[in-house]
């Protein structure tokens, strides 16, 4: 398991920082420190390991801790992904390679709809609690939230922006149309929000332990 964690980690720098067509298994092995049997053993081909990184982001999903409002939890999910894609390259490999489109066998269905299903039950608990404004269906503003992070995230990679100020913003703008005044003003979708979400007020504090062995992004990524 460590070799395969090794090869997944390595793997996720290289595909960071290349792209899937320029990937080379040689740079991947090279920082893995592993043979090219290794990562065979544990991995079939490019492909299968691309997709293994694909995978990751929905089988890393964090504790967050719970919330007063349903509406929270489901603007947390997004804010401490955001912190997740700062610290943890497996995380952000994972994104690009989902939005590339070389690769055609690579099963990018599946984190778009593990992303939405993530989100459904969250609203549909805050419709129940009387948070949503009425006539509002929990499926539109998932797939709305995914679907513009998915935008978000490629715009902020390219143009160099600070991707936790740009879904901060996409919160901010879009939860008033979605849950009822009331609780759209006590919705904390500030920068930052993601670490307070996994570590409450010290968040921040906590968080210079607990990822200081995260790689530093990328501007932009």
């Known amino acids: 398991m460590r070799t395969r964690r090794a090869i997944l980690e390595a793997a996720a720098l290289v595909f960071e920082e290349h792209g899937y067509d320029t990937a080379k298994l040689s740079d991947i092995v090279k920082i893995a420190n592993v043979t090219k049997g290794a990562l065979y053993f544990h991995f079939e081909s490019k492909e299968g390991l691309a997709q293994a990184v694909i995978d990751a982001q929905n089988e890393a999903q964090p504790q967050m801790l719970p919330q007063q409002f349903k509406a929270q939890e489901f603007v947390d999910i997004g804010m401490v992904f955001s912190h997740q894609l700062r610290h943890d390259a497996l995380m952000r490999a994972s994104t690009r390679l989902t939005l590339d489109h070389a690769g055609r066998g690579l099963d990018r269905v599946t984190p778009y709809q593990t992303w939405i299903e993530l989100h459904v039950p969250l609203l549909e608990e805050a419709q129940r609690r009387g948070e949503l404004?009425?006539?509002?269906?929990?499926?539109?503003?998932?797939?709305?939230?995914?679907?513009?992070?998915?935008?978000?995230n490629t715009m902020s990679y390219t143009l160099g922006l600070d991707m936790d100020v740009q879904v901060s913003e996409l919160y901010t703008h879009v939860m008033p149309g979605v849950v009822v005044p009331a609780v759209a003003?006590?919705?904390?979708?500030?920068?930052?929000?993601?670490?307070?979400?996994?570590y409450g007020p010290q968040g921040a504090h906590e968080c210079r332990h607990s990822c200081a062995g995260g790689v530093p992004p990328r501007e932009g990524a």
Not at 134 to 146: G, K, Q, S, T
Not at 188 to 198: I, Q, V
């Open 133 to 152: 404004l009425p006539n509002v269906d929990p499926r539109v503003p998932a797939r709305l939230i995914v679907g513009a992070y998915a935008g978000l």
């Open 185 to 198: 003003i006590r919705l904390d979708t500030a920068p930052g929000r993601g670490a307070r979400a996994l």
